[in-house]
């Protein structure tokens, strides 16, 4: 009597059922697609705000760039720098970011324009919009040192032939590494500092040389003497281009006692310049781009 035997299909191998004994023989094996639910391998944040001002903090949506805004109010303010060679006027604004992960966070820093309520002034070849204050002027955006300190301004660089001046230069804002991928293991937040240099774009107005001579009776009845020569430059004080000169002239008349007239004339003038309140603000705009502990991945917004 042979025993029945039955071939039963169990995980891609064939299972043969023999007179109730079981035996196995793995003839194939199966390989299928199962789908592989979406889980986050690292995550990112950035923003950026105008120093001292925690309510002007913007956070990217979607890798967007944010920005912050430099006031016009703030500009006019190299208006006050009355002595020669002055301080620069300064502004900070931060970045902040984190990534988790095997991410990383870079980004870059760009003046777009100049902006009022009414008009903008695309300020992306860093030349200023005619008839402004900045146009006179001369603003420098780089790198804090250690401290937050703005000290070191750079440089102004060296015009090539035919190159048109600029009013605003960038320096060291190009793909900005603000967190290393794989660094912010523990989710901390980096940040980065950023000086605004404004300065007026000084032309002396002449220079002022004095001598002084000194003479001496020695001891011995001989004369000596001595000549020193130092210079002055000479500036007034910044403001716009001048509109014009307001003459004023007064005339008065009187009778005296006895009946006789007298007159007197008295003419004066006033230069006029333009009201400085009206500046447009400057829109400074941060790009972040995301980077990755893999090198075959391309940086991306």
């Not at 903090?57 to 703030?74: C, E, I, N, Q, Y």
Request: charged content about 20%; some cysteine.
């Amino acid at each position: 009597m042979k025993a029945r035997t039955r071939n039963l299909l169990i995980g891609g191998s064939v299972v043969a059922l023999m007179g109730g004994a079981l035996v196995a023989n793995a003839l194939w094996n199966a390989q299928t697609d199962a789908p592989v639910p979406d889980f986050s391998i690292g995550s990112v944040r950035f923003s950026a705000e105008e120093s001292l001002d925690a309510d002007s903090r913007t956070f990217s949506d979607g890798g967007a760039p944010v920005s912050v805004t430099l006031p016009g109010s703030k500009i006019i303010e190299v208006l006050d720098q009355t002595s020669i060679d002055a301080e620069p006027v300064i502004w900070r604004f931060t970045a902040k970011g984190t990534a988790l992960g095997i991410a990383g966070l870079n980004y870059s820093v760009a003046t777009t324009e100049q902006r009022t309520d009414d008009d903008a002034h695309d300020l992306t070849s860093g030349v200023a919009k005619p008839g402004s204050v900045l146009e006179r002027t001369t603003m420098k955006v780089y790198p804090a040192a250690a401290g937050g300190d703005c000290s070191a301004v750079p440089e102004t660089p060296e015009l090539a032939e035919g190159e048109t001046p600029k009013n605003v230069y960038l320096y060291d804002t190009v793909d900005v590494e603000l967190q290393a991928p794989g660094a912010a293991l523990t989710g901390a937040e980096s940040e980065q500092e950023w000086c605004v240099a404004l300065d007026w774009n000084d032309v002396a107005d002449g220079t002022y040389v004095n001598d002084v001579q000194v003479t001496g009776l020695a001891e011995d009845g001989s004369f000596n003497g001595a000549t020193d020569r130092w210079h002055a430059a000479v500036g007034y004080p910044p403001a716009l281009e001048l509109l014009g000169v307001y003459h004023n002239r007064a005339l008065a008349e009187a009778t005296a006692e006895d009946t006789t007239k007298a007159r007197a004339t008295a003419d004066w003038s006033a230069d006029v310049y333009p009201d400085p309140s009206g500046e447009p603000d400057v829109v400074i705009e941060l790009d972040p781009i995301v980077t990755n502990l893999n090198p075959d991945v391309d940086p991306r917004d």
